[in-house]
Nanobody, 126 residues
């Protein structure tokens, strides 16, 4: 079993920054592909970013490229999502997810992930 706990959400003005954290327990993040997803009210959950278990590969959805950075700290067993230049359209509940099974690529589909956190709200005001 893997437990994921997100934190770091909040209310920020457009152009501001937030750093989300996802603390994992039960497995080391270096043995997992880790992803961030978000879901805005009335919309489907969408992929945001992911990092491979090797830590070498990161992938992003186009709308956040150049603004968001996914990283991890193996010593703290935590994955981060640094979000800069935030826009009102980034407003959503952000979820951390973990994929147990190595596939040779970094998964973007939510159905691939095995464990999910409870989510943290990010609200960007205009």
């Amino acid at each position: 079993q893997v437990q994921l706990v997100e934190s770091g959400g909040g209310l920020v003005q457009a152009g501001g920054s937030l750093r989300l954290s996802c603390a994992a327990s039960g497995r080391t993040v270096s043995s997992l592909d880790m992803g961030w997803f978000r879901q805005a009210p009335g919309k489907e959950r969408e992929f945001v970013a992911a990092i491979s278990r090797s830590g070498i590969t990161t992938v992003y959805t186009d709308s956040v490229k150049g603004r968001f950075t996914i990283s991890r700290d193996n010593a703290k067993n935590t994955v981060y999502l640094q979000m800069n230049s935030l826009k009102p359209e980034d407003t959503a509940v952000y979820y951390c997810a973990a994929d147990l099974t190595p596939a040779g690529w970094v998964p973007r589909r939510g159905s691939t992930y095995d464990y999910w956190g409870q989510g943290t709200q990010v609200t960007v005001s205009s």
